[in-house]
């Protein structure tokens, strides 16, 4: 106990100081792509390592004898919070692992993303990977700011149920069988973010796959994973056709309004909303989109995006990465964070409401109907959630007369446990229940 003594107050210091340094080195490289909601997060650990630090140099001065006591708690406090992470961690994945291999009798696939990819690329060495298409902005010289990824490719995307999905891209990088695209008429036309996307189902589990099985009609995805409402509005006005009859605007709770605040910034999407002549004519430059795609994927985009932990669950998977969250006790910090915060989103932007009316009117010129679809997250049935935000964006489409198809009301909400259709994002079991709703509410 007297060289824990000699030790305690300098080790806790170093340990407080490191902290410091550590946060601010994360909060600088993560400045360039974190969402502003994230801002908050980092505040906190600079907040805890100020604490820390004032407490270590305390205990420089304190006597010897309540100096025994801090380090018998401190030890406790240490040992009983990895051994709850342990628990989280085996109790976590034994759970889902059981599930999945009752469900199917297939093993969950913990390779990771990158593990998965390189033993793909033997098999098939064209095989590509999405990513979002915010990773086009470091991007400066090249002339365009494409909207979809790398055209008719078979597309490794995302594992949050056991399996990684990967889906053929159609000829403008889409999520669809290419042949939609030459149908003399389409029914749905879809656009939104990675729930529109499919993220992490495999056709025909993703909304707009069900939606043409169950309408027997032909339907296009035009959603990707990050956009935004302005990077939704943007898809419109590159990719809507004449020959379409119904547009759903997949709006997601969870960070839709974020999304839109960080593709303001951008000057160049601006253009859409800022100049109603604007068009990058993208449909024309595919190559150039394929080009630019693969140039980021031979750079390394998924290392990078492991490196930077902003990857969905699959990076769970990764061992080395399990040691270092384990380390780091992220199960219980996540747990702790999970419970007492939740995700600030911003009041809807009054460009919202505009972009909103100019995906309306882009829609009517086409003769086709608009519906606004709300999709609820995760968060929605937590306890204390903040319902303003829903609220605010309910009032705003009802005043532009459009069609508000409330998935929060009519499915979610009927449910004894909500949370069992997220894996993250939806299960399929999720994505068909949203589907279903608003093939009823829009067959007419």
Not at 89 to 99: A, G, M, P, R
Not at 100 to 108: D, F, Q, V
Not at 299 to 325: A, S, V, Y
Not at 358 to 369: G, H, I, V
């Amino acid at each position: 106990m007297n060289f824990m003594r000699k030790i305690f107050s300098p080790f806790c210091l170093s340990i407080s100081l490191l902290l410091l340094v550590y946060t601010f080195y994360k909060s600088e490289n993560s400045a360039s792509w974190r969402s502003p909601s994230e801002d908050d997060y980092y505040t906190v650990y600079f907040i805890i390592s100020g604490i820390l630090i004032l407490f270590s140099i305390i205990t420089f001065f304190i006597s010897q004898k309540i100096k025994e006591y801090v380090i018998i708690f401190v030890l406790s406090f240490v040992g009983s919070s990895y051994l709850l992470e342990g628990y989280l961690i085996f109790n976590e994945e034994s759970s889902k692992e059981d599930v999945y291999y009752n469900e199917t009798g297939n093993r969950w696939d913990k390779r990771s993303k990158i593990e998965i990819f390189n033993d793909l690329k033997k098999i098939n060495n064209k095989i590509k990977v999405s990513f979002s298409p915010k990773y086009y902005q470091p991007l400066k010289n090249d002339p365009i700011y494409p909207l979809a990824g790398h055209s008719n490719s078979q597309t490794l995307h995302c594992n949050e149920n056991g399996y990684y999905s990967i889906y053929q891209s159609d000829r403008y990088g889409f999520n669809n069988p290419d042949q939609e695209w030459d149908s003399k008429e389409i029914e749905y036309v879809l656009v939104g973010d990675s729930f529109t996307h499919g993220d992490c189902v495999n056709r025909p589990n993703d909304i707009t796959s069900i939606l043409r099985t169950l309408s027997k009609k032909s339907a296009l995805n035009l959603g990707y994973g990050d956009h935004g409402p302005l990077m939704q509005y943007a898809t419109l006005r590159e990719y809507l056709n004449f020959d379409v009859k119904k547009v759903l605007w997949i709006y997601f709770s969870g960070n839709d309004l974020l999304d839109l605040k960080q593709n303001l910034k951008i000057v160049f999407l601006r253009n859409y909303i800022e100049d109603p002549t604007f068009t990058q004519n993208l449909k024309l430059k595919q190559k150039i989109i394929d080009n630019l795609a693969k140039k980021i994927i031979d750079e390394g985009i998924i290392e990078w995006e492991i490196k930077n932990k902003i990857l969905p669950k699959e990076i769970d998977n990764n061992f080395t990465l399990k040691i270092k969250r384990f380390i780091k006790i992220f199960k219980l910090r996540s747990l702790i964070y999970s419970q007492q915060t939740q995700i600030k989103i911003p009041s809807p932007d009054p460009k919202f409401k505009e972009i909103i009316n100019l995906a309306k009117e882009l829609t009517n010129k086409n003769n086709a109907k608009f519906y606004f679809v709300y999709l609820p997250d995760h968060d929605h049935y937590k306890n204390q959630y903040d319902v303003t935000n829903y609220h605010l964006v309910k009032k705003i489409v009802n005043e532009l007369n459009i069609p508000f198809i409330d998935i929060h009301e009519q499915v979610f909400k009927k449910e004894k446990n909500p949370l069992s259709f997220f894996s993250g994002h939806y299960n399929v079991e999720g994505y068909s229940k949203v589907a279903e709703t608003i093939y009823k509410l829009t067959k007419n």
